[in-house]
């Protein structure tokens, strides 16, 4: 069974159709990429998924259930989760707190009103796993909005992992990186296991062919074409649409 | 039944009175998302401008043309001083404008006194004509004359002009509009500048009708907040649909139920802004 | 440069070493230096009446009640941000309600109607929260709550005039008046000189209450629900939940504020539930700052003592300096970091100069 199927979903704004008629499904432990030039409706469609748009027309279904109307945290709860194209932590918090409201959002204890939070040592050694693994737990005490841009991308995609979701969708997780930083979230990504499913938005095509088997590209709203990292590569319609004739897919630029 | 028809009149004229005031405030809050919540206060010091000129020199139109003005200036102060630092913060702006208007309506009780001022209707617009029986307030017939003036203007500057297509394309996506090439700003400051003194001619046409006394600043907000919420921003004419239903609600409520008038304009605003928040005609909020 | 200040609002004072420090881990001060300062002022404010004359301790009891009215302002404005320009709504339903039940409905306890009062008021947030968190909106509404800020006016100015219509029970537009004293039940009545200590009491019940809850997992909600509600939603946190509790218990806190506060004056008019008394609460909030848990209250003492002077010395121009305050409140107090960096910040760089700061 498929982990996440969306079936004709379509999104209108105003006249204009940001996505139209879109299915898919990704398969419980596949590395999906989504690619598209700039305003092919990739992060509306992120959003159609994760329940911060409604759709116009069409189903979601997770594991099996519709969950086209549940809310966003609903979704969250059922096992997805989102990282956001443009950094969205809670940025005048440290970089330990942003762990520990991370980490507390599907468990019981965010509604206890009593205790102070940080006399939480299971929350606090959580926390602590979750800043090492991303090589953040030195900076646990600094403030999100003075961290370097990719400081700041590696607590959003660690932010992403605190809900232990089945399904992870990442926007964009390189934006804005170096080409070491670039290449350390693709390690980071490929070393997730079999137990996480992916479905990322990239435009960095060596991110794209580093972690995943599958790629989408969608242009206009719509799926343009589907198929293996191999079998894009050399479309010729891809190659048009995305990067232009005269360069050719993942030889550099 | 017949006395209905005077007292249509009467809250036909309070709803054009009160279009005035909440054309205004309706502009810079649909336009500018500014919530300038000083406008009721405003208002009264156009009131008690345009009475102050009218005891001293018994010329009433200099009044409205004074009133207009001064109220352009102290809303342009305002708006360089201290609206322009606060963009796009709502709560401070709100904030702000509640901390002027109480020092206006101060500023009033200082100058002219507690007492309620009485505005005399001008001369030449003094008397009734009697139709069929019926007593007619010519100064009514006048206020409802002006309203449907500046309605038509207005209502002709937002559908006809490029003023008005350019405050309805920022309405809609400011960002587009200013990368346009479009001075949206100046457009905005204007419109704003606009705003306060229409509710300049408001408070001197308004006063022989609503009367001057130093707290109606409170009252009027209340009720421009009320109008604005239940006929919706961003078209005059929606702007025009709530000054009507709210005036001629409050005006047949006082007279046939006065303890609870106004009560039940409070109801209609909840009920609105609950169910509908974008108002009778108005642009979509949520 | 002066240590910076610990960045968890409304957190322990707590000094932040430098990155550079090797010992960049947060060392939370010995509870002697947390402590201390809390003990200093109880000290101070109990054995105040002592030494001075009772209409400054009357004075300073009003500073007790308007600094718990803003507080419980500022658990909604500065923690959740949700700012209402009608929590005097709150302020008065305690408040009629407690004069009502004492007054007309013949029960003398003093708890008997802090408790209804705290029952009503909770029953009225509830009531009026669903609709008015329906215009909120996430994300724009925080940062453009014109509608939700529009409704929580029409509460207070609704619920004002009730009052006057409701003549038979609230007296109508001439209030209650004649509340008498508290009665503690078993013969124990406070005197005016006694209602002080009272006052402190459950003021001190309410700040460690209000202190424990904006320090918990839920307070922590809230901080995050400020600073970025869709990646609250997006981890998996019902944000329309947190808003709405914490707006009923925002609420009950100012209800507690009001009842208090009938016990002290003897007299309500339907102004109390106006936006007139709401603009006292906002003022606080913003003038006392929204970086540190105590800045009402700070705020509180600052506004107290400034009408106070000005009844004596320019009683009619009170309202001009008042108005004042607002626009000077807004200009000067900066604004960084999505908070109010008010009068509270810099008592707490007062406080740590005073006791040679954090070594």
Redesign the interface.
């Known amino acids: 069974m498929a982990l996440l199927e969306a079936q004709n979903l379509s999104v209108h704004f105003g006249g204009l159709a940001a996505v139209k008629s879109v299915t898919f499904g990704i398969e419980p432990g596949e590395r999906l990429a989504l690619i598209g030039p700039n305003g092919a409706g990739k992060t509306t469609l992120f959003n159609l998924l994760?329940g911060?748009l409604k759709p116009s027309g069409g189903k979601v279904f997770f594991k099996g259930q519709d969950i086209t109307n549940a809310?966003?945290?609903a979704r969250?709860?059922l096992g997805m989760?989102?990282s956001?194209q443009i950094t969205?932590?809670?940025?005048?918090?440290?970089v330990m707190?942003n762990a520990?409201?991370?980490l507390?959002?599907?468990e019981k204890?965010?509604?206890?009103?009593?205790?102070?939070?940080?006399k939480?040592r299971a929350l606090k050694a959580a926390a602590q796993a979750l800043l090492e693994s991303t090589d953040s737990w030195d900076l646990r005490?600094?403030?999100v909005?003075s961290l370097a841009h990719g400081q700041q991308r590696k607590l959003e995609i660690a932010?992403?992992l605190?809900?232990h979701p089945d399904l992870l969708l990442l926007d964009e997780p390189s934006c804005g990186l170096t080409t070491f930083e670039s290449a350390d979230i693709t390690r980071r990504i490929r070393d997730l296991g079999p137990k996480i499913t992916v479905l990322m938005i990239a435009h960095d095509m060596d991110l794209v062919f580093g972690v995943a088997e599958r790629v989408i590209l969608l242009h206009y709203g719509q799926i343009a074409c589907e198929g293996t990292c191999d079998e894009i590569r050399s479309n010729e319609m891809v190659r048009e649409i995305y990067m232009g004739t005269r360069k050719q897919l993942g030889a550099g630029r | 039944m017949s006395q209905a028809l005077v007292t249509g009149l009467n809250g036909l004229s309070y709803a054009f009175i009160l279009f005035l005031l909440a054309a205004g405030f309706s502009l810079t809050f649909g336009v500018m998302g500014v919530l300038n919540l000083a406008h009721g206060a405003l208002y009264m010091l156009g009131a008690y401008i345009g009475l102050q000129i009218v005891n001293t020199l018994d010329l009433f139109w200099l009044a409205i043309i004074v009133a207009a003005a001064a109220l352009a200036i102290i809303g342009y102060a305002l708006y360089a001083f201290f609206l322009k630092r606060l963009y796009g913060r709502v709560p401070e702006q709100g904030v702000l404008t509640i901390g002027v208007a109480i020092m206006i309506a101060n500023i009033v009780l200082w100058i002219w006194g507690p007492r309620a001022k009485i505005m005399q209707t001008p001369d030449f617009l003094t008397g009734v004509i009697t139709i069929g029986g019926l007593s007619f307030p010519i100064y009514r017939l006048f206020v409802c004359g002006v309203g449907l003036v500046v309605l038509g203007l207005l209502w002709y500057i937002q559908d006809r002009t490029r003023a008005g297509a350019i405050i309805r394309a920022g309405m809609d996506n400011k960002d587009m509009t200013v990368s346009l090439g479009i001075n949206y700003g100046l457009v905005s400051t204007l419109v704003f500048l606009l705003g306060m003194a229409l509710a300049g001619v408001a408070g001197v046409i308004g006063a022989p009708i609503t009367g001057a006394y130093p707290t109606m600043g409170d009252n009027l907000l209340l009720l421009t907040l009320i109008v604005v919420v239940v006929g919706g921003t961003g078209y005059i004419q929606g702007t025009m649909l709530g000054a009507l239903v709210i005036g001629l609600l409050d005006t047949f409520g006082k007279a046939y139920i006065p303890q609870v008038a106004l009560f039940f304009a409070w109801i209609v605003f909840l009920a609105v802004l609950l169910i509908r928040p974008s108002g009778l005609i108005g642009r979509k909020v949520f | 440069m002066d240590e910076e200040l610990s960045q968890i609002p409304g957190g322990p004072p707590i000094a932040v070493p430098s990155p550079q420090d090797p010992a960049a881990r947060r060392v939370p001060r010995p509870l002697i230096e947390t402590v201390l300062p809390i003990a200093v002022v109880a000290v101070i404010v109990l054995l105040l009446p002592l030494f001075i004359p009772s209409f400054v301790s009357s004075l300073v009891t009003k500073m007790m009640i308007f600094g718990l009215f803003g507080l419980s302002l500022n658990l909604i404005w500065g923690y959740a941000n949700i700012p209402s320009f009608g929590h005097a709504a709150f302020f008065g339903v305690g408040a009629y309600t407690a004069a009502v039940i004492v007054t007309k409905a013949g029960f003398s306890n003093f708890w008997f109607s802090m408790l209804i009062a705290i029952l009503a008021t909770a029953a009225v947030a509830a009531i009026l929260g669903v609709p008015a968190f329906r215009v909120f909106g996430v994300g724009a509404g925080a940062a453009n709550p014109i509608y939700f800020l529009l409704a929580t006016i029409a509460f207070g100015e609704l619920l004002s005039r009730m009052a006057i219509v409701m003549r038979p029970v609230t007296g109508g537009s001439t209030g209650i008046s004649g509340i008498p004293k508290p009665d503690l039940g078993l013969g124990a009545k406070v005197s005016a000189d006694q209602y002080y200590y009272l006052v402190f009491a459950i003021g001190v019940i309410c700040l460690f209450l209000m202190y424990r809850i904006v320090n918990s997992h839920y307070g922590y909600g809230l901080r995050g629900i400020h600073d970025n509600e869709r990646r609250m939603q997006a981890l998996g946190y019902n944000t329309w939940l947190y808003k709405y509790t914490s707006w009923i218990v925002a609420a009950v806190f100012g209800g507690v504020a009001g009842v208090l506060f009938a016990y002290f004056g003897s007299t309500l008019v339907p102004n109390n539930l106006s936006m007139v008394t709401s603009d006292i609460s906002f003022l606080l909030v913003i003038l006392g700052g929204t970086t540190v848990f105590f800045g009402p209250l700070v705020a509180a003492v600052f506004y107290v003592g400034v009408e106070y002077f000005a009844s004596i010395y320019l009683p009619q121009r009170w309202p001009l300096i008042f108005g004042a305050l607002f626009v000077i409140a807004i200009m000067m107090i900066p604004w960084t970091k999505g908070r109010y960096q008010g009068l509270g910040p810099e008592v707490l760089r007062l406080w740590k100069k005073v006791t040679g700061g954090a070594a």
């Open positions: 994760t911060q809310s966003v945290y969250t709860h989760a989102r956001f969205s932590l809670f940025a005048y918090q440290s707190v520990m409201i991370g507390q959002g599907v204890s965010r509604y206890g009103f009593f205790q102070p939070l940080f939480d005490d600094e403030i909005s932010l992403s605190a809900s």
